[in-house]
């Protein structure tokens, strides 16, 4: 499903970010990058969205080069969980959540569902939580609705970048206040 070949980063300081990765992902298999910080997992992942262009070599998926793909497709087309949360503040929650499937032109009745079914796979109650703002959520819930968003349209890919660093830096807090 996804492959890189013969790929490398180098930005135009002449910083090298990756160096020939190769690598075979299979549709249905989890991978999970790990490494140092710095060492280019946010950049490899970047990559397959076509957030940021390889230097040389190329990435396919579904057998097909993502450069001849229409990057603004491509990324409707993949689920992507940032380390921040990134909810939009002057949308209600059932809005971030829909934002994909909507620019994908599902339905209302398909978006609320999905809506409905998100909210309840992480435990926050739609009728509760549907049109509060990020500002009235916890920092946990924030950090759900983060990922539920990247579920939203089904997406065959999902990238997720430190998905759950908010929680460990909230937690860090509460102990730090705590002490």
């Known amino acids: 499903m996804i492959e890189f070949k013969n ?17 075979h992902i299979e ?6 990058l790990i490494g140092p910080s710095g060492c280019g997992k946010t950049t490899t992942m970047r ?9 040389e070599g190329e990435i396919l ?7 001849k793909k229409n ?13 921040q949360i990134g909810l939009l503040p ?6 971030n959540i829909t934002i994909v499937p909507k620019l994908k032109k599902w339905d209302k009745e398909r978006y609320s569902k999905r809506v409905d079914e998100l909210l309840n796979l992480v435990g ?19 950090q759900r609705i983060g990922v539920i968003r990247g579920l939203a349209a089904d997406p065959p890919i999902i990238l997720m970048d430190e998905p759950f660093s908010a929680l460990i830096q909230l937690v860090e807090s509460n102990c730090k206040t705590n002490s």
């Open 124 to 142: 926050l109650d739609p009728k509760t939580f549907r049109k509060r703002y990020p500002s009235e959520l916890s920092g946990g819930q924030q």
């Open 47 to 55: 990559m397959i969205n076509r957030l940021i262009d390889p230097s």
């Open 7 to 23: 790929v490398s980063k180098t930005y135009d300081d002449g910083f090298k970010a990756l160096k020939n990765i190769n690598l």
């Open 71 to 83: 990057p603004v497709q491509l990324r409707r087309d993949s689920g992507y969980v940032i380390q």
């Open 61 to 67: 998926v579904n057998g097909e080069n993502i450069k």
């Open 27 to 32: 549709e249905g298999e989890l991978v999970a």
């Open 90 to 95: 002057h949308m209600t929650i059932e809005d």
